[in-house]
């Protein structure tokens, strides 16, 4: 079965520059999730999607800015890149229309790792 | 507000032994729980979830977890490791209700060593 796609897998970028990561969600799923994880800790949920409108917002940077397309993938801008920046980012994906003992499982994608010098 | 707590942060097996990775959990409606594993330089998998139906549920791999309402847990168990299990759980918490984008919490993760 088709899972969600995260591009690229690796990503080295230097400090005060830009990054794209794309999230490619399961088929007909219509809700996307980004979430960081910093070396040794606990993903932190970033921002979700549905529909293509923002619906959850949560400890995203004011310098990182996503959005979700038409064809339901999904990106995330970063800007201004720090040092602290470097993380795992996952995206995740889930579909509303679900029965009810399919409440909100979400299904990650492999993620993508940030490594800012 | 929601919140899981994972009371060890490193547990370590033989091989064949149970394994036992606690989590309670802090919500002040019945959430939606669930177990994730994370194996080295890997993504997310879900082991299980619990969402309001039996609150014995069986996942993939051997594990299960039982839903406990008067003790706020959601401990997940496995009757005997193997090697493979080695990786870091995550329990995590949602709301219940079928809100489309809603952020899942983490608990900070138990790694789970096997030795031979």
């Known amino acids: 079965a088709a899972g969600v796609i995260q591009s690229p897998r690796h990503l080295i970028k230097e400090k005060r520059e830009t990054a794209t990561l794309k999230c490619y969600p399961i088929?007909?799923?219509?809700?996307v999730y980004w979430y960081q994880q910093g070396p040794g800790q606990d993903p932190q949920f970033l921002i979700s999607f549905y529909e293509k409108m923002q619906s959850d917002k949560g400890s995203i940077p004011d310098r990182f800015s996503a959005q979700q397309f038409s064809d339901y993938h999904s990106e995330l801008n970063m800007s201004s890149l720090e040092l602290g920046d470097s993380a795992l980012y996952f995206c995740a994906s889930s579909l509303r229309r679900t029965r009810p003992e399919g409440k909100n499982i979400q299904y990650f994608g492999a993620g993508t790792r940030l490594s800012v010098l | 507000a929601q919140s899981v707590t994972q009371l060890d942060s490193h547990v370590s097996v033989s091989e064949g032994t149970p394994v036992l990775l606690r989590c309670n959990y802090s919500s002040s409606y019945s959430p939606s729980l669930f177990w994730y594993v994370q194996h080295p330089n890997k993504g997310l998998q879900l082991l299980l979830k619990?969402?309001?139906?039996?609150?014995l549920v069986k996942g993939i791999n051997g594990f299960e977890a039982e839903f406990k309402k008067s003790e706020t847990s959601f401990h997940l168990t496995k009757p005997s490791a193997h090697m493979s299990d080695a990786a870091e759980y995550f329990c995590v918490v949602s709301s219940p209700f079928n809100q489309a984008g809603t952020a899942l919490i983490f608990g900070k993760g138990t790694t789970l060593s096997v030795s031979s």
């Open positions: 619990y969402t309001s139906a039996a609150t």
């Open positions: 088929p007909r799923h219509d809700t």
